[in-house]
């Protein structure tokens, strides 16, 4: 069974740097793009941005261009999300997601979520 | 950005019932939606995508439907399990939007 299994809950400070992690089981990144979603409660889901493993193509939402920075590492079947300078804003559950082969815009796999606190 | 607005943002409601909830997109978006639920503790699920097509392995309880700009969830006769949250998403148009969700509960 594939799995996306992410890294363990953050609490950074404002200005900070961070890097959190989803690698997947089963070969997944041959055939397959991953993204990150964020989810706020009170605001809701929000998609980041998504990659492609084997060419690193990357798309990314306005939102979160230029404030965030989604890399993959295909020897290693693992996924990054990065910030470089941290933001209360940035505090969430942020959840590692794989849409069906060939697709980009919905995912029937996701991992188990990071929490990210961001607080002075 | 392609608006979903999702309705109910709650609702109540008994084991048997059946529970319709709605999304309207902001535009024409053709096909273009899924549905997730999600429960306490757990990620999002996948139910439907392409507005009405049922993932593998979901009951067929859940059925998905498009009226014009209009998606539809609808349960057919509530299950225990089933009380949870509910969220529409298009993929119409990047970046794609989810709908604030609606919160299914027991009565």
């Known amino acids: 069974e594939v799995q996306l299994v992410q890294s363990g809950a953050e609490v950074k400070k404002p200005g900070e740097s961070l890097k959190i992690s989803c690698k997947a089981s089963?070969?997944?990144?041959?055939?397959?793009?991953v993204g990150w979603v964020r989810h706020v409660p009170g605001k809701g889901f929000e998609w980041m941005g998504i990659?492609?493993?084997?060419?690193?193509?990357?798309r990314y939402s306005p939102s979160f261009q230029g404030h965030v920075i989604i890399s993959a590492d295909k020897s290693i079947d693992t996924a990054y999300l990065q910030w470089t300078s941290l933001k209360a804003s940035d505090t969430g559950m942020y959840f590692c997601?794989?849409?069906?082969?060939?697709?980009?815009?919905?995912?029937?796999?996701w991992g188990q979520g990071t929490l990210v606190t961001v607080s002075p | 950005d392609i608006q979903m607005t999702q309705s109910p943002s709650s609702l109540s409601a008994s084991v048997g019932d059946r529970v319709t909830i709605t999304c309207r997109a902001s535009q024409v978006i053709g096909n273009s939606v899924t549905w997730y639920q999600q429960k306490p503790g757990s990620p999002p699920k996948l139910l439907v995508h392409?507005?009405?097509r049922l993932e593998s392995g979901v009951s067929s309880t859940f059925s998905g439907s498009r009226s014009g700009t209009n998606f539809t969830l609808t349960i057919t006769s509530l299950q225990p399990e089933d009380f949870a949250h509910y969220y529409c998403q298009q993929y119409y148009s990047a970046p794609w939007t989810f709908g604030q969700g609606t919160k299914v509960e027991i009565k």
């Open positions: 990659i492609y493993p084997l060419d690193s193509e990357t």
């Open positions: 392409s507005a009405s």
């Open positions: 089963g070969n997944s990144f041959s055939t397959h793009w």
């Open positions: 997601v794989r849409p069906p082969a060939g697709i980009t815009g919905y995912f029937d796999l």
